[in-house]
Protein backbone atom coordinates (compact mmCIF):
# COMPACT_ATOMS: atom_id res chain seq x y z
CA UNK A 1 0.00 0.00 0.00
CA UNK A 2 1.45 3.33 -0.95
CA UNK A 3 0.65 6.26 1.37
CA UNK A 4 -0.73 9.54 -0.26
CA UNK A 5 1.91 12.50 -0.18
CA UNK A 6 0.82 14.71 2.54
CA UNK A 7 -0.21 18.31 2.25
CA UNK A 8 2.95 19.65 3.94
CA UNK A 9 1.09 22.97 4.35
CA UNK A 10 -1.60 21.92 5.59
CA UNK A 11 -0.12 19.50 8.02
CA UNK A 12 2.02 22.33 9.25
CA UNK A 13 -0.85 25.02 9.60
CA UNK A 14 -2.67 22.34 11.51
CA UNK A 15 0.13 22.45 13.88
CA UNK A 16 0.53 25.61 13.56
CA UNK A 17 -3.05 26.38 14.78
CA UNK A 18 -2.62 23.17 17.53
CA UNK A 19 0.03 25.41 19.07
CA UNK A 20 -1.24 28.77 18.71
CA UNK A 21 -4.77 27.72 20.75
CA UNK A 22 -2.34 25.63 23.37
CA UNK A 23 -1.16 29.20 24.48
CA UNK A 24 -4.20 31.19 23.84
CA UNK A 25 -5.69 28.11 26.32
CA UNK A 26 -2.82 28.92 28.67
CA UNK A 27 -3.32 32.74 28.77
CA UNK A 28 -6.94 32.15 29.05
CA UNK A 29 -6.85 30.34 32.17
CA UNK A 30 -4.51 32.54 33.55
CA UNK A 31 -6.70 35.07 33.34
CA UNK A 32 -9.46 33.67 34.81
CA UNK A 33 -7.89 30.00 37.00
CA UNK A 34 -10.77 29.03 38.76
CA UNK A 35 -13.02 28.50 35.38
CA UNK A 36 -9.91 26.96 33.91
CA UNK A 37 -9.18 24.37 36.95
CA UNK A 38 -13.27 23.79 36.40
CA UNK A 39 -12.91 23.13 32.59
CA UNK A 40 -10.00 21.03 33.41
CA UNK A 41 -12.09 18.79 36.00
CA UNK A 42 -14.74 18.41 33.76
CA UNK A 43 -12.28 17.24 30.73
CA UNK A 44 -11.45 15.01 33.39
CA UNK A 45 -14.72 13.25 34.34
CA UNK A 46 -15.03 13.07 30.63
CA UNK A 47 -11.80 10.67 30.72
CA UNK A 48 -12.24 9.11 33.97
CA UNK A 49 -9.42 8.67 36.50
CA UNK A 50 -5.65 7.39 35.59
CA UNK A 51 -5.13 3.43 36.55
CA UNK A 52 -2.44 2.35 38.35
CA UNK A 53 -2.25 -0.23 35.39
CA UNK A 54 -0.23 1.17 32.53
CA UNK A 55 -1.59 -1.44 29.86
CA UNK A 56 -5.30 0.08 31.03
CA UNK A 57 -3.99 3.82 30.57
CA UNK A 58 -2.40 2.50 27.35
CA UNK A 59 -5.80 0.94 26.06
CA UNK A 60 -7.60 4.26 27.26
CA UNK A 61 -5.30 6.69 25.70
CA UNK A 62 -4.78 4.58 22.69
CA UNK A 63 -8.81 4.48 22.25
CA UNK A 64 -9.11 8.08 23.02
CA UNK A 65 -6.38 9.01 20.93
CA UNK A 66 -7.83 6.97 18.01
CA UNK A 67 -11.70 7.99 17.94
CA UNK A 68 -10.49 11.98 17.96
CA UNK A 69 -8.59 10.98 14.92
CA UNK A 70 -11.73 9.51 13.48
CA UNK A 71 -13.46 12.72 13.92
CA UNK A 72 -10.93 14.39 12.84
CA UNK A 73 -10.90 12.05 9.35
CA UNK A 74 -14.58 12.39 9.03
CA UNK A 75 -14.89 15.77 9.99
CA UNK A 76 -12.87 16.98 6.93
CA UNK A 77 -15.82 16.18 4.59
CA UNK A 78 -17.28 19.70 6.31
CA UNK A 79 -16.11 21.34 4.07
CA UNK A 80 -12.23 21.37 4.84
CA UNK A 81 -13.27 22.61 8.41
CA UNK A 82 -14.00 20.32 10.92
CA UNK A 83 -9.86 19.43 11.45
CA UNK A 84 -8.74 23.39 12.17
CA UNK A 85 -11.61 23.69 14.78
CA UNK A 86 -10.90 20.08 16.51
CA UNK A 87 -7.05 21.09 16.32
CA UNK A 88 -8.24 24.36 18.06
CA UNK A 89 -10.54 22.57 20.37
CA UNK A 90 -8.01 20.75 21.42
CA UNK A 91 -5.05 23.03 21.96
CA UNK A 92 -7.33 25.51 24.19
CA UNK A 93 -7.96 22.07 26.37
CA UNK A 94 -4.31 21.54 26.31
CA UNK A 95 -3.36 24.56 27.38
CA UNK A 96 -5.48 25.03 29.99
CA UNK A 97 -4.52 21.47 31.30
CA UNK A 98 -0.72 22.89 31.58
CA UNK A 99 -1.74 26.07 33.36
CA UNK A 100 -4.15 24.27 35.68
CA UNK A 101 -1.55 21.45 36.62
CA UNK A 102 1.04 24.02 37.21
CA UNK A 103 -1.05 26.15 38.98
CA UNK A 104 -3.06 24.16 41.50
CA UNK A 105 -0.84 20.84 41.85
CA UNK A 106 2.21 22.98 42.37
CA UNK A 107 3.87 20.93 39.47
CA UNK A 108 7.16 22.91 38.12
CA UNK A 109 6.69 23.96 34.70
CA UNK A 110 9.99 21.38 33.62
CA UNK A 111 7.97 18.74 34.76
CA UNK A 112 4.63 19.78 32.97
CA UNK A 113 6.64 19.70 29.87
CA UNK A 114 8.36 16.43 30.33
CA UNK A 115 4.58 14.88 31.12
CA UNK A 116 4.24 15.97 27.92
CA UNK A 117 6.72 16.30 25.46
CA UNK A 118 7.75 12.30 25.01
CA UNK A 119 4.41 11.47 23.49
CA UNK A 120 3.01 14.84 22.00
CA UNK A 121 5.59 14.69 19.77
CA UNK A 122 4.18 12.14 18.16
CA UNK A 123 0.13 11.99 19.06
CA UNK A 124 -0.39 15.75 17.84
CA UNK A 125 1.66 15.02 14.39
CA UNK A 126 -0.64 11.99 14.21
CA UNK A 127 -3.83 14.00 15.05
CA UNK A 128 -2.77 16.17 12.63
CA UNK A 129 -2.58 13.67 10.34
CA UNK A 130 -5.90 12.28 10.44
CA UNK A 131 -6.74 15.91 10.12
CA UNK A 132 -5.45 16.06 6.78
CA UNK A 133 -6.78 12.80 5.82
CA UNK A 134 -9.84 14.17 6.15
CA UNK A 135 -9.22 17.35 4.19
CA UNK A 136 -7.51 15.20 1.14
CA UNK A 137 -10.97 13.46 1.26
CA UNK A 138 -13.22 16.61 0.85
CA UNK A 139 -10.30 18.10 -1.70
CA UNK A 140 -10.69 15.03 -3.68
CA UNK A 141 -14.69 15.07 -3.44
CA UNK A 142 -14.71 18.65 -4.71
CA UNK A 143 -11.80 19.09 -6.92
CA UNK A 144 -11.12 15.59 -8.43
CA UNK A 145 -11.60 14.24 -11.87
CA UNK A 146 -15.14 12.05 -12.60
CA UNK A 147 -18.39 11.50 -11.52
CA UNK A 148 -18.97 12.38 -7.81
CA UNK A 149 -19.32 8.99 -6.70
CA UNK A 150 -15.95 8.26 -7.84
CA UNK A 151 -14.25 11.04 -6.15
CA UNK A 152 -16.00 10.42 -2.70
CA UNK A 153 -14.55 6.78 -3.18
CA UNK A 154 -10.75 8.23 -4.53
CA UNK A 155 -10.93 10.62 -1.86
CA UNK A 156 -11.90 8.32 0.58
CA UNK A 157 -9.41 5.85 0.15
CA UNK A 158 -6.44 8.42 -0.41
CA UNK A 159 -7.64 9.77 3.11
CA UNK A 160 -7.79 6.19 4.96
CA UNK A 161 -4.59 5.52 3.88
CA UNK A 162 -3.31 8.50 5.87
CA UNK A 163 -5.81 7.58 8.71
CA UNK A 164 -4.05 4.74 9.20
CA UNK A 165 -0.73 6.09 9.48
CA UNK A 166 -2.48 8.30 11.88
CA UNK A 167 -3.78 5.32 13.97
CA UNK A 168 -0.36 3.62 13.92
CA UNK A 169 1.81 6.51 15.48
CA UNK A 170 -1.55 7.06 18.03
CA UNK A 171 -0.36 3.43 18.96
CA UNK A 172 3.25 4.46 19.34
CA UNK A 173 1.86 7.32 21.04
CA UNK A 174 -0.10 5.59 23.02
CA UNK A 175 2.11 2.98 24.61
CA UNK A 176 5.09 6.04 25.13
CA UNK A 177 2.38 8.08 27.29
CA UNK A 178 1.05 4.79 29.61
CA UNK A 179 4.69 3.30 29.85
CA UNK A 180 7.79 5.86 29.32
CA UNK A 181 6.28 9.44 30.25
CA UNK A 182 5.13 8.49 33.85
CA UNK A 183 8.80 7.77 34.63
CA UNK A 184 10.70 10.71 32.94
CA UNK A 185 8.03 13.29 34.16
CA UNK A 186 8.40 11.47 37.45
CA UNK A 187 4.77 10.78 37.95
Do not use: C
Amino acid sequence: MRLPEIPRRTFVLLLMVFMVFSFVGYAAGAANPEAAVEAVKKVISQIGPISDSSFQNFIKIFTNNSLVALFMFISGLFFGLGPWFIMAFNGLVVGLVVLAVHRTAGMPMSQVILALVPHGVIEIPAIAIAGVAGIVWYRELVKGEGEPAERFKRGMMEGFKLYLLSVALLLVAALVEAYVTPKVAGL
